[in-house]
């Protein structure tokens, strides 16, 4: 069974920098997409960022120019690094990878909490 495990979470200032891994266990074959979600209390899940195999990415408008995403398809790891950290990206985080057309998961999430 293909289990997520995240890393990287944790508490950080203002203006600080974090960097977020995901790692897939498990599995005997890679996956098409590799993405980020995050739920801040309140508010419903949103997606953050994700990535191709072939290494295409995409950014929520919100975090765009501060997060990266990327991938090491040999690991099947993919990596979230974020700087110029504010107080509105406090959050649970969740990984999620999928395999076309009919496999995908859900990492267990990792709190993310920015302070002043």
């Known amino acids: 069974q293909v289990q997520l495990v995240e890393s990287g979470g944790g508490l950080v200032q203002a203006g600080g920098s974090l960097r977020l891994s995901c790692a897939a266990s498990?599995?005997?074959?890679?996956?098409?997409?590799m993405s980020w979600y995050r739920q801040a209390p309140g508010k419903q899940r949103e997606l953050v960022a994700t990535?191709?195999?072939?290494?295409?990415?995409s950014y929520a408008g919100s975090v765009k120019g501060r997060f990266t995403i990327s991938r090491d398809n040999a690991k099947n790891t993919v990596y979230l690094q974020m700087n110029s950290l504010k107080l509105e990206d406090t959050a649970v985080y969740y990984c999620?990878?999928?395999?076309?057309?009919?496999?995908?998961?859900w990492g267990q999430g990792t709190q993310v909490t920015v302070s002043s």
């Open positions: 999620y990878a999928a395999k076309y057309p009919n496999y995908e998961y």
């Open positions: 498990g599995s005997g074959f890679s996956f098409n997409v």
């Open positions: 990535i191709t195999r072939g290494g295409s990415t």
